[in-house]
């Protein structure tokens, strides 16, 4: 599984673009990078999954470079529902069975 | 439709005692997960389950836990002499494919508190 590290928390006010970005410089050629979206007592949820250059659906954006190093998944005009933790997850283990998640970006969105 | 569900949403128990999570997927899911998430963290996997077996259960962190999902539907998860480090949300999802890829659907997991 590739190593990633994400920013602990961000804050943001409501109506702003939320750029978050996730570093994952072992990344292999064979994985896919994933964002899920996790609401307070509630379990996460899938935003968008990208291999390279951009994917886009109705809740968001995700950007990533040739180099596949990292990735950035972009929030537009983000209301207060938007707070949540979100995980950016690269690769799956061995098995290709289970998903990393790590401790993910905590957003907290304020009026 | 319905999502997946889990039950209880809440188990409060005695160290040493016995416990059942029980997970209902998504109707026609074939792949389903057990996590476990502790306080600030993200979900840990435990388990995963393609059909009846369990195809990776790498995740288990020894031998007082166990799952079953013996007709490829509803599974449960099951701790054996529990201790208070195992208190942690348990959260078990579900998807229709046979990769981790394959978008997983969470239920709201159960809040597992050992006294």
């Known amino acids: 599984l590739a190593k990633t590290t994400q920013p602990i928390s961000m804050d943001s006010y409501e109506g702003q673009e939320v750029n978050i970005t996730c570093s994952h410089n072992?990344?292999?050629?064979?994985?896919?990078i994933t964002w899920y979206q996790q609401f307070p007592s509630q379990g996460p949820r899938f935003i968008i999954q990208?291999?390279?250059t951009k994917v886009t659906n109705e809740v968001a954006s995700l950007f990533i470079p040739a180099d596949r190093k990292s990735s950035t998944l972009s929030l537009p005009r983000v209301s207060l529902s938007d707070t949540a933790v979100y995980y950016c997850?690269?690769?799956?283990?061995?098995?290709?069975?289970?998903?990393?998640f790590g401790k993910g970006t905590s957003l907290l969105v304020t009026p | 439709g319905a999502g997946v569900s889990q039950t209880p949403s809440n188990k409060v128990t005695e160290k040493g005692k016995y416990v059942e999570l029980r997970c209902d997927p998504i109707?026609?899911?074939?792949?389903l997960y057990w996590y476990r998430q502790s306080l600030g963290q993200g979900p840990e996997f435990l388990i995963y389950?393609?059909?009846?077996?369990?195809?990776?259960d790498s995740g288990l962190p020894n031998d007082r836990f166990f799952a079953v999902r013996p007709e490829g539907s509803v599974s449960t998860l099951k701790i054996q002499r529990t201790e208070r480090g195992d208190s942690a949300v348990y959260l078990c999802?579900?998807?229709?494919?046979?990769?981790?890829?394959?978008?997983?659907?969470f239920g709201p997991g159960t809040r597992l508190t050992v006294l």
């Open positions: 389950f393609q059909g009846t077996g369990a195809a990776d």
């Open positions: 997850l690269v690769g799956v283990s061995n098995s290709g069975y289970a998903l990393n």
């Open positions: 990208g291999y390279k």
């Open positions: 999802a579900s998807s229709s494919g046979t990769s981790a890829y394959n978008e997983q659907f």
């Open positions: 072992n990344i292999a050629t064979n994985d896919y």
């Open positions: 109707s026609g899911h074939t792949a």
